[in-house]
T-cell receptor
Framework: DADVTQTPRNRITKTGKRIMLECSQT?????MYWYRQDPGLGLRLIYY???????NKGEISDGYSVSRQAQAKFSLSLESAIPNQTALYFC???????????FGPGTRLTVT | GENVEQHPSTLSVQEGDSAVIKCTYS??????FPWYKQELGKRPQLIID?????GEKKDQRIAVTLNKTAKHFSLHITETQPEDSAVYFC???????????FGKGTMLLVSP
């Protein structure tokens, strides 16, 4: 489980603030993903990256941006947080599209 | 893009009973269908997956069936135990993007 880590684990911030969520993995995978989980809505893909130079928008990318600093690091930013971005955020990594995605422990973000 | 529908949203069974969760998908080119289990407060973890070259796959008390013609797949858990209580997510490959689209989840409660 320590193969994928996320920081911070919990964060409370105010509307309009910029916030960054960080993800690191030691599995050596090229593919990394950011998901958002809301009750009753499942896991929705925000952004994904297949290597350091390849970043793609997912189904709900509005209001978010990402940075792939290295193969092992993928950060998610909220440029100006709003209350409806309150959610549980998961980072994940995989070796190929048809193999297991390994999830981090999640970051619980509250925007007041 | 892919659309995945999952039913039921909640399922309560008695210990020892069987549980079945069903999913449908829209992308006829999808060839990979994983199932993830998320225990309360934990990260999602892969429990079983199936690829389109097989119709059924079993792993101890868990089985998954796939009907590509009808575009649906199901998770079957036999002899349920209290530790099976969790949220289960189905997912389908989004073939145009090499990503996964997840269903909204099923909360399974197994009562002793």
């Amino acid at each position: 489980d320590a193969d994928v880590t996320q920081t911070p684990r919990n964060r409370i911030t105010k509307t309009g603030k910029r916030i960054m969520l960080e993800c690191s993995q030691t599995k050596g995978h090229d593919r990394m993903y950011w998901y958002r989980q809301d009750p009753g809505l499942g896991l929705r893909l925000i952004y994904y990256s297949f290597d350091v130079k390849d970043i793609n928008k997912g189904e709900i990318s509005d209001g978010y941006s990402v940075s792939r600093q290295a193969q092992a690091k993928f950060s998610l930013s909220l440029e100006s947080a709003i209350p409806n971005q309150t959610a549980l955020y998961f980072c994940a990594t995989s070796d190929s599209p048809r193999e297991e995605q390994y999830f981090g422990p999640g970051t619980r973000l509250t925007v007041t | 893009g892919e659309n995945v529908e999952q039913h039921p949203s909640t399922l309560s069974v008695q210990e020892g009973d069987s549980a079945v969760i069903k999913c449908t998908y829209s992308d006829s080119a999808s060839n990979y269908f994983p199932w993830y289990k998320q225990e309360l407060g934990k990260r999602p973890q892969l429990i079983i997956d199936i690829r389109s070259n097989v119709g059924e796959k079993k792993d101890q008390r868990i089985a998954v069936t796939l009907n590509k013609t009808a575009k649906h797949f199901s998770l079957h858990i036999t002899e349920t135990q209290p530790e099976d209580s969790a949220v289960y997510f189905c997912a389908a490959e989004n073939s145009g993007y090499s990503t996964l689209t997840f269903g909204k989840g099923t909360m399974l409660l197994v009562s002793p």
